[in-house]
């Protein structure tokens, strides 16, 4: 039973335009959210978070937004570039848990 | 300032066999957690060290067991491998509790015949 959910396994996008990545979970507790980003042949890297209490954090062109009542969060990239191109992580967890739980992942491609 | 680093990069056993994979932190974190990759998944949960003890575990068998040393390096020790156990082992450290940012090594990749 996934917690969190990625539910678009590719997704793939002009240079330049914008990225939206989608996440859903399942628990009300979680209280703490953090998108994590993995290239091919290294360990997925932090890349932005964003704690209940918000609606949206921004990080220059990366912004997360929480819809607490729909259980959703959502990875904004604008503008799109190539070098984006990898596998992005959602993960959450709870204020009482010392570790986050990963979503399946979503694979990013920036054309150029 | 080194990161995480993580030995050995990639390796090949037998069903039945046992395995030991070994973990350096981020210098100045103390804690340490371990993440199974299967392809196509999520990092997995295994168990994550604290001051030495296992502080947390997630949904795997005793086959999976791990060590950390006074020096908050960490070592994940499968035995009895099968098959399913093929997979990207992932260390990750960080410090204290944290707010779930964790620094993750290159990881381990295993495969098992």
């Known amino acids: 039973d996934q917690q969190v959910k990625q539910n678009s396994p590719s997704l793939s996008v002009q240079e330049g335009r914008i990225s939206i990545l989608n996440c859903d979970y399942t628990?009300?507790?979680?209280?703490?959210f953090l998108w994590y980003k993995k290239y091919p042949a290294e360990g997925p890297t932090f890349l932005i978070s964003?704690?209940?209490?918000?609606d949206k954090n921004e990080d220059g062109r990366f912004t997360v937004f929480l819809n607490k009542s729909a259980k959703h969060l959502s990875l904004h990239i604008v503008p799109s570039q190539p070098g984006d191109s990898a596998v992005y992580f959602c993960a959450t967890k709870s204020g009482g848990s010392y570790i986050p739980t990963f979503g399946r992942g979503t694979s990013l491609i920036v054309h150029p | 300032d080194a990161g995480v680093t993580q030995s050995p990069t990639h390796l090949i056993k037998t069903r039945g066999q046992q395995v030991t994979l070994r973990c350096s932190p981020k210098?100045?974190?103390?804690?340490v957690s371990w993440y199974q990759q299967a392809l196509g998944q999520g990092p997995q949960f295994i168990f994550q060290y604290y001051e030495e003890e296992e502080r947390q575990r997630g949904n795997f068998p005793d086959r999976f067991s791990g060590h950390q040393f006074p020096n908050y390096s960490s070592e994940l020790n499968v035995n009895a491998l099968l098959l399913g156990d093929s997979a990207l082992y992932l260390c990750?450290?960080?410090?204290?509790?944290?707010?779930?940012?964790?620094?993750f090594g290159e990881g381990s990749r295993l495969t098992v015949l």
């Open positions: 210098s100045g974190h103390d804690t």
């Open positions: 990750a450290s960080s410090l204290g509790q944290g707010t779930g940012e964790l620094f």
């Open positions: 964003i704690s209940s209490i918000k």
């Open positions: 628990n009300s507790m979680f209280d703490y």
